[in-house]
């Protein structure tokens, strides 16, 4: 079956950085899109970035334009997430997702948390 597993979250401090990871396994990882969403407490699910099969176009949510950056690497079936500039806005739990050609996101990971606090 399809597993999308985030790894890398954790306490940071605003101003600070992290990395996600999304290891994939139980697809052709080359043959989708992939996202990152995230779930702040009392809030909905919110889009923050996504890339295309290839990894040649990126997409960014306003609020994470500039300091998030979104990549992937095939030949390892993951998919990243490099946070810059954390603010306590960010903090959330982030999730990785699957997007098929023409469809919405299908498949997620169960996430991992991000705390920005001084």
């Known amino acids: 079956e399809v597993q999308l597993v985030e790894s890398g979250g954790g306490l940071v401090q605003p101003g600070g950085s992290l990395r996600l990871s999304c290891a994939a396994s139980?697809?052709?990882?080359?043959?989708?899109?992939m996202s990152w969403v995230r779930q702040a407490p009392g809030k909905g699910l919110e889009w923050i970035s996504g890339?295309?099969?290839?990894?040649?176009?990126?997409d960014y949510a306003f609020s994470v334009k500039g300091r998030f950056t979104i990549s992937m690497a095939n030949a390892k079936n993951t998919l990243y997430l490099q946070m810059n500039s954390l603010e306590p806005e960010d903090a959330a739990v982030y999730c990785c997702?699957?997007?098929?050609?023409?469809?919405?996101?299908?498949?997620w990971g169960q996430g991992t948390q991000v705390t920005v606090s001084s």
């Open positions: 997702a699957r997007k098929p050609s023409g469809s919405n996101l299908d498949s």
């Open positions: 139980g697809f052709t990882f080359s043959s989708y899109a």
């Open positions: 890339i295309n099969s290839g990894g040649s176009s990126t």
